[in-house]
């Protein structure tokens, strides 16, 4: 949790308009983003994602109470996680997460074009995950036909970026994607459906200018959460923390 604050910091000075955290069991991205807020004030926070089937509605929305976050701030993101049936699980419980999250906007994880549509017919933003930029303007369209059919405004569409900058660049990016490729039967089809060689999903470059390059490349983000994969070495790490801040 250090360095969460001067993250937060030198991010909020860069000029970026959302600072996010990763919310897994061994650690709740909500109380990332408290340390976020305690540094900086005026950047939104996001969290992506919260699995519903892990932690329900009313325990994200007493987190957020017991931390004290600006519901104002928040952008929470939520998805199916391991549930059997994730657009069915999503719809159910919809309404559950508008009452428990009142005033909050909410970002529904989407891969597949049923997810995608209803991010985009019932959602506050869509969240794209292991995309290429081909494979992401797709999805966009899909969340763009949902909410033409729901008579309403296309939300925003945000997206998870993984990549990593130095030699090893390209070893760091197939390690990362390799874990999710079997992770459950959703990152199974989905990486079926995107038919990409292991390893190239993301931004693997050798300096910043590269990164940057690539990363132009996923205009079909509004917002594009670029999610750095560490390496051992301290250079490396400075060049990915340059290569994410705004050209």
């Known amino acids: 949790m250090d360095v969460c604050g001067p993250l937060a910091v030198t991010c909020e000075e860069a000029g970026y308009s959302s600072i996010w955290a990763n919310d897994h069991p061994g650690a709740k991205g909500l109380e990332t983003l408290a340390e976020f807020a305690k540094a900086a004030d005026s950047i939104d926070l996001g969290v992506a994602v919260i699995a519903i089937d892990r932690q ?53 994880a989407a891969m597949g074009p049923k997810m995608c549509s209803f991010a985009g017919s019932s959602f506050d933003g869509a969240f794209f995950n292991w995309m290429t930029p081909e494979f992401a303007a797709d999805a966009r369209e899909n969340v763009e036909s949902g909410a033409a059919e729901a008579g309403v405004d296309t939300p925003p569409v945000f997206g998870y970026v993984r990549t990593a900058v130095g030699e090893d660049a390209a070893a760091r990016l197939a390690k990362e994607e390799s874990f999710y490729r079997d992770l459950h039967k959703g990152y199974r089809d989905h990486f079926d459906r995107l038919a990409e060689p292991e390893g190239t999903v993301g931004v693997a ?15 079909a983000l509004d917002t594009i959460v670029v999610r750095g994969l560490a390496s051992a070495r301290v250079e490396p790490m400075t060049e990915l923390a340059r290569a994410a801040a705004p050209a």
């Open 205 to 219: 470059a050798a300096d910043r200018d590269e990164a940057q390059i690539k990363l132009a490349n996923y205009d």
């Open 56 to 108: 329900t509605p009313d325990v994200i929305a007493a987190d957020i109470d017991r931390l004290g976050l600006d519901p104002s701030r928040l952008w929470i993101g939520v998805g199916a996680g391991f549930s059997k049936k994730p657009l069915t699980a999503m719809k159910e419980n919809l309404s559950v997460l508008r009452e428990n999250l009142p005033g909050i906007r909410i970002v529904m």
